[in-house]
C-alpha cells in the first residue's frame, strides 16, 4: 500500500556555465545542481505514445539540457493516435517496397518522402531476417517470421552455444558470432537496450550486438521519428504492456531505449542523455555538427572507436548507482580537518590556466579546487569518473594526459585533463585550457604529493579509501534501518551507506533500487509531483520525502508502521546534520 501528500510546485530556473559566458559571482558550493525535465505521458488504449511541439526550430541543435528534471511540471502536447496499419494513414506499400497514396490527402502529408525511402529499406530487409518480435494491439508481445504465407508455422531457432555465452556474460567472442547473436531472440529479449543512429538512419551504437546487423531496425526507428517530425512533432515515447521505448534527438543524432525494467520515461531519457554526453565529451558539439552538416550519412564509429567501453560502462552505470537517479555526486566520508587540509594543499598548488583540481577514489569526491568563476555540473562530473573507472588499469601505469570536453561546462571546445593515480585508490587529476601543460602539470603533482605527504593526509586517504571503513547502516543506530539514500539539493552530493543483509547479494540490490526507482518516480511525476510517499510491502517498508533542501529515500524493515517509520526518519535526519562534515564537502578552495 502506499500513502502520499501532495506537493507544492517547487521548480528552479535552469543554469548552465560556460566558459565564455560564466556567473562573476563567487559561491560557497564546489558543485552546479541544475538538472534537467522530461514529457508526459498520455494514455492510449493499451499503447501510449508521447510527443510533443519541436523544442528547437529545425537545423537546430540544443547543446545540453539544462532544465530541471527533479522538479519538472508537465509538458503540453498533443496525442498522436495510433494507428492499425498504414492504411489508415493514408498510405499503402506496393511489392517493391514503395510508399504510395491510396487517399488523396495523403499524397500530399510533409512525411510521405522520407517515409517512402525508409519503408523501402524496412520492407526489403524483413525478407533478409529470420524472425522480428512485434507487439499486438492489446500491447502483448508476438514474434513474426518472413514467411511466404501468413498460414506457414513460425519457427524459433534454439539457443546456440554462441547466444549461451554472450547471455552468461562471455564478450569475447569474433566478430562473426557477435554478428550472429544480433537480432536473435536472445538479443531481443536483453531487459535494455540503447541504440544510437544518425538522422540518416545510420547505426552508430548499440550496448548488445553488433551495429552491423542493425541498418532494418534503425530504419524502422527513423521512419517513426521522421513521421511525427513531419507533422511538426517529436516522438518522445512508445509505452506497451511490457516495454518502454525512449527517443531523444539532440542535433544529427537519434538516441533510443527499449526496456522492459519498469524504469519511467523520464529516468530513461536521463540516461540516454549521459549517453550523448558521452559522444559530446570525446569529439564536442561544434565538430558533431559538422561532420553531419558535410556529410549526412557519415559513419561516425570511424571516428568513436575504441570508445565502446565508455559507453558500455556508462549504461551500466547510470541504470545502477544512485548519482545518475538523483543527479548528484557522492563524496568520500573524511575528518572535516584532512579534508580542509587538503583542499588547502590542492589551492597553493597551482599554474596559470589552471581551472579545476581535484582528488577522486572510487567514484566519489575527496575534494576540489577551481578557479572561482567556474562550477562544475555534477553530470559532467560522472563523465569523469566514468573515463577514469574505465581506464583505471592504463592510468595505473603512468601519467596520462588526455583531451576531454565536459558538455554542461562548455560544449564547444576541450579541457586537457592531467591523469595521476597518487596511490592505489586515489586519484589526482588537474583540468585546463593549456594544452601545452603537462610538464608543468607533471611537476606541480610531485609538489603536491610531498605536501600531502608531510601534512600525513595520504595515510588518512588511505584508511578512508578501505573497503572495510565504508560507511555502514549501523553508524546511524536506528534497529529497523536497512538503507538509505539522502541527498543535499543545494550542493547536489548525495550519501550512501554500504549494501547489507538482507541486500548483501546482486538481486536484492537490484531489486532495491528498482524500488527506489519506483518512489523516485511517484515523487516526480510530471503529472502529479508528491511531498512524501510511503510504501508498504512484504519485503520492506520505504518511505520517500522531498523538500526544497533535500531528498531522501528510506528502506525499512516491512514490520515498522508508518508513525515509527516518521519517527525514524527524524532520527536519521539529526543524525546526518551530526555528521555532515564528515559527509559532504561543505566549503569552497579557490585558485584565485
Not at 270 to 283: A, D, G, H, M
Not at 286 to 309: A, C, P, V, W
Not at 324 to 353: E, F, M
Not at 564 to 574: M, T
Request: aromatic letters at 8%; hydrophobic letters at 35%.
Amino acid at each position: 500500500m502506499s500513502s502520499s501528500a501532495n506537493n507544492t510546485n517547487e521548480t528552479s530556473p535552469a543554469r548552465s556555465v560556460a566558459m565564455n559566458n560564466v556567473n562573476e559571482a563567487k559561491t560557497s558550493s564546489c558543485l552546479s545542481s541544475d538538472t534537467s525535465p522530461t514529457g508526459k505521458a498520455i494514455k492510449i488504449p493499451s499503447i501510449k505514445i508521447t510527443h510533443d511541439k519541436l523544442p528547437y526550430a529545425e537545423g537546430s541543435s540544443p547543446a545540453m539540457v539544462s532544465d530541471d528534471v527533479e522538479t519538472a511540471g508537465p509538458v503540453d502536447g498533443d496525442v498522436f493516435e495510433v494507428p492499425d496499419s498504414l492504411e489508415d494513414l493514408g498510405y499503402a506499400v506496393d511489392e517493391e517496397g514503395n510508399l504510395t497514396a491510396s487517399t488523396g490527402s495523403a499524397g500530399s502529408h510533409p512525411g510521405r518522402r522520407r517515409l517512402n525511402s525508409s519503408i523501402k529499406e524496412i520492407v526489403k530487409g524483413l525478407g533478409e531476417m529470420g524472425t522480428n518480435e512485434t507487439f499486438t494491439e492489446d500491447g502483448s508481445s508476438a514474434v513474426e517470421s518472413s514467411c511466404s504465407s501468413v498460414d506457414d508455422p513460425v519457427t524459433i531457432a534454439e539457443p546456440t552455444s554462441t547466444d549461451e555465452q554472450l547471455l552468461n556474460g562471455v564478450t569475447d567472442l569474433s566478430s562473426s558470432q557477435q554478428l550472429e547473436f544480433t537480432m536473435s531472440i536472445e538479443w531481443a529479449n536483453k531487459e535494455k537496450h540503447v541504440f544510437v543512429l544518425s538522422d540518416s538512419g545510420k547505426p552508430i551504437y548499440t550496448r548488445h550486438g553488433t551495429e552491423d546487423r542493425l541498418v532494418t531496425l534503425c530504419g524502422v526507428m527513423q521512419a517513426l521519428v521522421s513521421f511525427v517530425h513531419g507533422e511538426g512533432d517529436a516522438l518522445r515515447s512508445i509505452t506497451s504492456k511490457t516495454h518502454t521505448i525512449v527517443f531523444v534527438v539532440r542535433g544529427p543524432i537519434l538516441l533510443v531505449s527499449v526496456s522492459r525494467s519498469g524504469e519511467s520515461v523520464q529516468q530513461l531519457v536521463v540516461q540516454l542523455t549521459y549517453v550523448y554526453n558521452q559522444i559530446v565529451s570525446v569529439l564536442t558539439h561544434g565538430q558533431l555538427t559538422r561532420i553531419f552538416k558535410q556529410k549526412s550519412n557519415f559513419d561516425l564509429r570511424r571516428l568513436l572507436g575504441g570508445t565502446e567501453k565508455l559507453l558500455d560502462g556508462l549504461i551500466d552505470w547510470s541504470q545502477s548507482d544512485a548519482g545518475a537517479l538523483l543527479c548528484a555526486v557522492k563524496c568520500l566520508p573524511l575528518s572535516i580537518a584532512y579534508r580542509d587540509t587538503v583542499g588547502d594543499d590542492l589551492q597553493n598548488c597551482k599554474i596559470k590556466d589552471l581551472v579545476f583540481g581535484m582528488l577522486i577514489a572510487h567514484d566519489q569526491l575527496i575534494q576540489l579546487a577551481r578557479m572561482s568563476r567556474y562550477a562544475l555540473h555534477p553530470a559532467d562530473l560522472h563523465l569523469i569518473f566514468n573515463l577514469v573507472r574505465c581506464n583505471a588499469s592504463g592510468f595505473r601505469e603512468s601519467e596520462s594526459w588526455t583531451p576531454v570536453c565536459l558538455p554542461r561546462f562548455d560544449q564547444s571546445g576541450f579541457l586537457h585533463a592531467y591523469v595521476y593515480f597518487i596511490t592505489e585508490h586515489v586519484c589526482l587529476l588537474y583540468l585546463t585550457i593549456d594544452k601545452e601543460a603537462f610538464y608543468s602539470l607533471s611537476e606541480l603533482r610531485v609538489k603536491l604529493v610531498d605536501k600531502l605527504t608531510r601534512h600525513r593526509c595520504l595515510d588518512a586517504l588511505a584508511e578512508a579509501t578501505s573497503r572495510l571503513r565504508g560507511l555502514r547502516v549501523a553508524h546511524v543506530e536506528l534497529p529497523d534501518l536497512w538503507h538509505f539514500l539522502y541527498k543535499t539539493r543545494n550542493s547536489a552530493q548525495y550519501i550512501c551507506p554500504e549494501y547489507e543483509a538482507p541486500y548483501n547479494t546482486e538481486k536484492e540490490r537490484n531489486r532495491l533500487f528498482a524500488m527506489y526507482k519506483y518512489v523516485h518516480h511517484r515523487l516526480h511525476s510530471p503529472s502529479l509531483s508528491l511531498k512524501i510517499l510511503y510504501h508498504h510491502s512484504s519485503r520492506e517498508s520505504l518511505l520517500g520525502w522531498v523538500t526544497a533542501s533535500f531528498e531522501l529515500y528510506v528502506a525499512f524493515s516491512p514490520l515498522v508502521t508508518k508513525p515509527a517509520a516518521i519517527n525514524a526518519v527524524n532520527r536519521l535526519l539529526r543524525w546526518v546534520k551530526k555528521e555532515e562534515n564528515k559527509l559532504f564537502i561543505l566549503s569552497s578552495h579557490f585558485y584565485d
